[in-house]
């Protein structure tokens, strides 16, 4: 499976941004997600949603703010960020992974091993 991230850039605070990934390869029964890092801290869990696109997953950081949706028929996973913070500022990646269930990658959201497939990663910036 590849990913291809885009849609980044820069927006002022409470600005919005809409990234997108397209998957390509073998994508059947994936749940997808977004991790990002910002400079100088590890990487985070963000979001993820599983293959049908009814279980969806949110940080407590972004919960509210941001929504992640996919169209399988595009192949495409969108992640729909509102009320930006300066905080949000990072590298966004978009992974995907078949062998769990969308519970169990959340459980161990921190768990970027348990991700078989990163994309490039989007820089985000947002400032105040």
């Known amino acids: 499976v590849q990913l291809q991230a885009s849609g980044g850039g820069l927006v002022q605070a409470g600005g919005s941004l809409r990234l997108s990934c397209v998957a390509s390869?073998?994508?059947?029964?994936?749940?997808m997600g977004w991790f990002r890092q910002a400079p100088g801290k590890e990487r985070e869990f963000v979001a993820l949603?599983?293959?049908?696109?009814?279980?969806?997953y949110y940080a407590d950081s972004v919960k509210g703010r941001f929504t992640i949706s996919r169209d399988n028929a595009k192949n495409t996973v969108y992640l729909q960020m509102n009320s930006l913070k300066p905080e949000d500022t990072a590298v966004y990646y978009c992974?995907?992974?078949?062998?769990?269930?969308?519970?169990?990658?959340?459980?161990?959201?921190?768990?970027?091993?348990?991700?078989?497939?990163w994309g490039q990663g989007t820089l985000v910036t947002v400032s105040s």
């Open positions: 992974v995907a992974d078949s062998r769990y269930s969308a519970g169990y990658y959340f459980q161990r959201q921190q768990g970027t091993q348990l991700w078989a497939y």
């Open positions: 390869g073998r994508t059947f029964n994936n749940c």
């Open positions: 949603i599983d293959w049908i696109g009814s279980t969806t």
